[in-house]
């Protein structure tokens, strides 16, 4: 039991810092209550014991004598496959892997353990002898990423070891292999990337969870092809039977289900749903399934709720919800054993600070990205730092289940009172509900691109900053200290996102579905993986899409500016027609001024026609940077031309006609790992417009939902997720009273066109960098580089921070309207 982690308050700093007479913050535990609270806004409190396990565990499997369980662990930095004893809690053995994803499977006799390679393109064939991991053999199913796009996820193995079924997530279809000769006997095409499979008891059916649809396909083993599909859910990923092989249980991520399907008949007799409130809102993320050894109860995983909702489901289409388990961050997987309930929890028990701090580099690829363990690196990576845990529950009863209930619900700060009425004030600018109007008609929402709030505003005296870490200061990014210092300050503040994959997606949706989450880490890890994450793969888009959807719907006005696109060209059909032709997207050659006169000269023209939209999006995002890439725009003169694109567009839209019913919503779609001395996730958020407080610090705790939630309200938009819909407005920035002075942009105070020059470690290490996509280069060595582009090349960069926070919040009612 040693390896046991004890949630204990020495996990966590106990300092404390009082904002003000009516706000405190605190890096830890509540102590009376135990809960963590996370840079999201949700809280934990994860019953059971707590075993470590590794990066992301995705998957995990028992022995069918359930003496073995099995992790894969598929995460950013290592990639590890354990091996466990369920019984005594203890790890037996661990082997590292080059590159894995979802796909595991036990042999029936428990000799063999098959494992997916990933986009290495192949099956790990594990010998396990006394409870050891032995060295794999492999059976290959195509070259390499990026020669071939296969990637394995879900595996199933006949009782007989004959043959092995994998379906895959690149070229979406389902193999069959011959485990004899070891060799491909068939490849079927499916609809859409697959994610599990399952064998029926006969062996005849092979039943595929198509990821990327809301279809489950029936696959005829003995003629190898496609009899059928049924329709579930949509993103359908673990598949359940019972032992009888009568009753299917789907789990569906996007919509908050589980389908029970008739087996013999095809047909989906009940929906559960297993959101913690009746409502159509994703962000469940249901994804994990377990049944008791009696078949009477169903347990299932809700990756984003941090809970197991719990039904009891004896009496086929006539299932009972029977309560929640509390768990840990963002569960991925469930099984039973005995008494037992196994979850894997794939962010671990909480953000954390990094513990090593400075280290040696490990190896380097040829692109400057670490590879292999990640342990000794010199700055620990923020994708790489939530290390996963394995709970381990005592199956509780009634008495218990009842107190588990209601601890999910203290942690949960999601409700359906809070969709019908959002927090807020009488007469403030920000409505608190759909029909309510605001004098704010145009929204200008402004994306930037990867800054913890120390690394610009920790030089700002009257907010929670820390000078030492500040990078960007007044002198490199005048406009933006003018928006904090003469508006609303707000230093707690942080994105929903870990990186842009995700984090582009949070800030136009409020939500990252389960397919992004569980594999932008692959392609972040250097492992191959198809990207698209801005709107060009439909398998990756929320169940009722991105705020533009929710415009389109409501008939509220929009436009992007290189936002999901450049150029006027795009992917995302719903952006198709509304795209700035003038406007580029990522692209770090052209510089943040030309973004700025792209929406000038076509702001100018819609005014003129009387034709501004009400949304609109804006991509400014050199501040990026190409850290010391020779040749390139220095990381300060890449800030600071960001800056003065932001100070000339709020200039231009301060002097204009709209200015009086105008407001500019700026963050960065994610932190990109930088040093920050509460949080990694702490990041600048800036609110500018006439009916924005002037000179005003705000320390309430906000989030990238919370801006979206702002938006919405001002727009008339529903929410689109559970995550919008329970954070808090920002209607503490705003007034009544509208003050309608313009802005004047600031002139840079540095060198625009100064180019990284120095021959050195880091200049050397730069040019290596992918710059031609957003996070491509790797975020750890990229911010370590732009540090020492400003601090000096011997300098060293303090590790990041990970929290968990504790709000002591003041007491107030909300106004009723």
């Not at 002037?694 to 997720?721: C, F, K, W």
């Not at 009544?736 to 002139?747: G, R, V, W, Y």
Request: proline residues 5%.
């Amino acid at each position: 039991m040693k390896n046991l982690i004890k949630i204990t308050g020495t996990l966590f700093s106990a300092a404390l810092f009082m904002f003000n007479s009516l706000w405190a913050q605190i890096p830890g535990k509540v102590k009376e209550t135990e809960q963590i609270l996370l840079p999201n806004g949700w809280k934990l409190s994860p019953a059971g014991r707590q075993l470590q396990l590794g990066d992301l565990p995705l998957n995990m499997q028992l022995s069918a004598s359930e003496k073995l369980l099995a992790v894969t662990n598929n995460g950013q930095s290592t990639q590890t496959l354990q091996l466990i004893d369920p019984q005594a809690e203890k790890v037996l053995s661990e082997k590292e892997l080059g590159m894995s994803w979802y796909g595991l499977a036990f042999s029936s006799d428990e000799k063999n353990l098959y494992v997916s390679g990933g986009n290495e393109n192949v099956i790990l064939d594990f010998n396990v002898s006394n409870h050891k991991l032995k060295t794999p053999d492999t059976i290959r199913l195509g070259d390499a990423w990026p020669k071939s796009k296969i990637c394995p996820a879900g595996i199933a193995i006949t009782r007989d070891m004959s043959r092995l079924y994998t379906v895959t997530k690149e070229d979406n279809s389902v193999y069959t292999i011959d485990l004899k000769t070891r060799k491909v006997i068939n490849a079927s095409q499916l609809p859409e990337m697959a994610y599990s499979c399952l064998l029926s008891p006969d062996e005849k059916t092979l039943y595929i969870s198509i990821w990327g649809s809301n279809q489950l396909v029936l696959f005829d083993t003995q003629s190898q092809t496609i009899k059928g599909n049924i329709t579930v859910g949509n993103h359908p990923n673990e598949l359940l039977l019972n032992k009888k092989g009568t009753l299917l249980y789907v789990a569906n991520a996007n919509d908050n289900s589980v389908s029970i399907i008739n087996t013999k008949t095809g047909k989906v007799i009940e929906t559960l749903v297993t959101s913690l409130y009746p409502t159509n809102l994703t962000g469940s993320t249901t994804n994990g399934l377990a049944l008791s050894v009696n078949e009477k109860t169903l347990y299932i995983a809700n990756a984003d709720n941090n809970c197991v909702a719990v039904f009891d489901v004896s009496s086929a289409a006539n299932s009972k919800s029977m309560g929640f388990i509390p768990v840990g961050w963002y569960p991925t997987n469930v099984k039973l054993t005995g008494n037992k309930i196994l979850i894997t929890n794939g962010k671990g028990l909480t953000s954390i600070a990094n513990p090593k701090g400075p280290q040696p580099y490990a190896k380097e690829d040829n692109s400057g990205v670490h590879v292999g363990s990640t342990a000794n690196s010199r700055l620990q990576y923020i994708a790489g730092l939530f290390k996963g845990t394995l709970s381990i529950i005592d199956a509780p009863n009634e008495t218990q289940l009842k107190a588990y209930t209601k601890q999910v619900y203290a942690n949960t700060p999601f409700n359906n009172d809070k969709v019908a009425m959002a927090a807020g004030e009488t007469g403030n600018p920000i409505p608190r509900k759909p029909g309510q109007q605001s004098p704010i008609k145009h929204v200008f929402y402004i994306i930037k691109e990867n800054r913890t709030y120390d690394q610009v505003l920790g030089d700002m005296g009257k907010g929670n900053g820390d000078r030492s870490l500040c990078i960007f200061g007044n002198e490199v990014t005048p406009n933006q200290h003018a928006f904090a210092d003469n508006y609303v300050l707000m230093d707690n503040f942080y994105v929903d996102a870990e990186v842009s994959a995700d984090g582009h997606n949070w800030s136009m949706a409020a939500y990252a579905t389960d397919a992004i989450e569980k594999t932008w880490p692959t392609t972040y890890g250097n492992r191959g993986g198809s990207t698209g994450y801005e709107g060009a793969r439909p398998a990756l888009f929320p169940n009722d899409g991105y705020i533009w959807d929710y415009c389109q719907r409501a008939g509220v006005s929009f436009r992007s500016y290189g936002e999901f696109g450049e150029f006027g060209k795009t992917k995302y059909k719903t952006l198709q027609g509304h795209m700035c032709a003038a406007a580029p997207g990522f692209d770090l050659n052209i510089p943040d001024q030309v973004r700025y006169d792209a929406w000038a000269h076509d702001f100018d023209s819609l005014e003129t026609a009387g034709a501004v939209p009400q949304l609109s999006t804006i991509r400014i995002s050199n501040d990026h940077t190409s850290g010391q890439k020779r040749g390139a725009i220095t990381p300060i003169a890449a800030v600071a031309d960001n800056d003065l694109a932001v100070g000339k567009l709020i200039d231009h839209l301060s002097n204009s006609s709209l200015w009086r019913e105008s407001v500019v919503f700026i963050l960065e779609d994610d932190a990109q790992n930088g040093p920050d001395h509460i949080d990694a996730h702490r990041s600048p958020v800036y609110v500018v417009g006439p009916y924005v407080k002037r000179n005003t610090v705000v320390h309430s705790m906000y989030s990238t939902s919370g801006v979206l939630r702002t938006i919405e309200l001002i727009l008339g938009l529903p929410p689109m997720s559970q995550y919008d819909a329970a954070a808090l407005p920002m209607y503490e920035c705003f007034t009544a009273t509208p003050d309608l002075s313009p802005f004047k942009a600031i002139p840079a105070k540095v060198d625009l066109t100064s180019r990284n020059v120095a021959v050195n470690k880091s200049s050397k290490q730069s040019d290596s960098f992918n710059f031609k996509k957003e996070d491509a280069a790797p975020d750890l060595a990229l911010n370590e580089v732009i540090w020492k582009s400003v601090k000096g090349e011997d300098a060293v960069m303090p590790a990041p921070k990970r929290s968990a926070f504790v709000i002591l919040e003041k007491k107030k009612k909300d106004d009723d309207d």
